[in-house]
C-alpha cells in the first residue's frame, strides 16, 4: 500500500526557509516520479517541482525557479523540497504526489500522477 507522508510546514517570515518532506513507502523505488503540488485558498492546484528517477531529472515552475530545490534520498526513501526566499504568494498547503510506475522526464502536471499525500500547511506572513 502506498503512502505518502509529509511533513515540515509551517510559519515562516517573507524572505525564510523551509524544508518540506514527503517520506514514500509501499512501491519499488526504480521507477517513479514525485511531484510537490501546492493549493491557496480560492486558487487551483498548481505544480511547483518534481523529480523523476529517469536520471534524477527535476524540473521547476517558474513562479518559484531558483527559490526551491527538490532532492531525494533513496536511502530514506524521502524527497525534499527546499524553500528559500519565501514570499506571501508562496502560502499554500503543499502535496507531495507519486507517479509510479513512471520512466519518463520529470512531470509536472496532475494527471501524471496516481497517490497523493494528505498536505502540509505553509504560510509566509510577518
Known amino acids: 500500500q502506498v503512502q505518502l507522508v509529509e511533513s515540515g510546514g509551517g510559519l515562516v517570515q517573507p524572505g525564510g526557509s523551509l524544508r518540506l518532506s514527503c517520506a514514500a513507502s509501499g512501491f519499488t523505488w526504480h521507477t517513479y516520479a514525485i511531484g510537490w503540488f501546492r493549493q491557496a485558498p480560492g486558487k487551483a492546484r498548481e505544480g511547483v517541482s518534481s523529480?523523476?528517477?529517469?536520471?534524477?531529472?527535476?524540473y521547476y515552475a517558474d513562479s518559484v525557479e531558483g527559490r526551491f530545490a527538490i532532492s531525494r534520498d533513496n536511502s530514506k526513501n524521502t524527497v525534499y523540497l527546499q524553500m528559500n526566499n519565501l514570499e506571501p504568494e508562496d502560502t499554500a498547503v503543499y502535496y507531495c504526489?507519486?507517479?509510479?510506475?513512471?520512466?519518463?522526464?520529470?512531470?509536472?502536471?496532475?494527471?501524471?500522477?496516481?497517490?497523493w499525500g494528505q498536505g502540509t500547511q505553509v504560510t509566509v506572513s510577518s
Open positions: 523529480i523523476s528517477s529517469r536520471n534524477g531529472d527535476t
Open positions: 504526489a507519486l507517479a509510479h510506475p513512471f520512466t519518463g522526464w520529470a512531470p509536472l502536471s496532475d494527471h501524471e500522477f496516481d497517490y
